[in-house]
T-cell receptor
Framework: GAVVSQHPSRVICKSGTSVKIECRSL??????MFWYRQFPKQSLMLMAT?????????EQGVEKDKFLINHASLTLSTLTVTSAHPEDSSFYIC????????FGPGTRLTVL | GESVGLHLPTLSVQEGDNSIINCAYS??????FIWYKQESGKGPQFIID?????DKRQGQRVTVLLNKTVKHLSLQIAATQPGDSAVYFC??????????????FGKGTKLSVKP
């Protein structure tokens, strides 16, 4: 099966700082990647769809200026949480699409 | 038995028993459905999928049933093992008519297997 990695797996930051999360498809090229957020004991909520070479499409209620997405190559998409606050603490999961969606292992973000 | 927690329904089963996890989906136009398994602190793992032109599909120890009339999906796990303990999510294709675009995830069910 296809492998998707995320880095870092865990990050703790101070309120007001920015955090970048990387999502890589290791053995296939993905023109489309997806970013999800998951709060404890809840389901995955789609934040945005990232398309290589074009602007990301954000879901309703997700601030595009706060969650910056860059999909500069067919194997890498990044999510930057700008001016992070404690309420941004969550589990962020990316997926990359080939025939189906393959999910990364997730990144646990804790904002102090 | 089955119980509903604050956010996540829980299903407890004895090792060796069969498990049935249910899911209601929202849109009658959805044409593709997937079951995922998520272990604590990890990303979702694909289990099995089914298209709307089918009502049953079997994998290794797992079976997915689709009832389009009542918009209901179920996952059956045969001979449940401790390693099956996880949260299970159903997902439907949000890009109706597409191969697999956005996925809309259900609330999830936590499966606990007692040895």
């Amino acid at each position: 099966g296809a492998v998707v990695s995320q880095h870092p797996s865990r990050v703790i930051c101070k309120s007001g700082t920015s955090v970048k999360i990387e999502c890589r498809s290791l053995d296939f090229q993905a023109t489309t990647m997806f970013w999800y957020r998951q709060f404890p004991k809840q389901s995955l909520m789609l934040m945005a769809t990232s398309n290589e070479g074009s602007k990301a499409t954000y879901e309703q209620g997700v601030e595009k200026d706060k969650f910056l997405i860059n999909h500069a190559s067919l194997t890498l998409s990044t999510l930057t949480v700008t001016s992070a606050h404690p309420e941004d603490s969550s589990f962020y999961i990316c997926s990359a699409r080939r025939e189906e969606q393959f999910f990364g292992p997730g990144t646990r973000l804790t904002v102090l | 038995g089955e119980s509903v927690g604050l956010h996540l329904p829980t299903l407890s089963v004895q090792e060796g028993d069969n498990s049935i996890i249910n899911c209601a989906y929202s849109n009658s136009a959805s044409d593709y459905f997937i079951w995922y398994k998520q272990e604590s602190g990890k990303g979702p793992q694909f289990i099995i999928d089914i298209r709307s032109n089918m009502d049953k599909r079997q994998g290794q120890r797992v079976t997915v049933l689709l009832n389009k009339t009542v918009k209901h999906l179920s996952l059956q796990i045969a001979a449940t093992q401790p390693g099956d303990s996880a949260v299970y999510f159903c997902a439907e294709n949000g890009d109706y008519g597409g191969s697999q675009g956005n996925l809309i995830f259900g609330k999830g069910t936590k499966l606990s297997v007692k040895p």
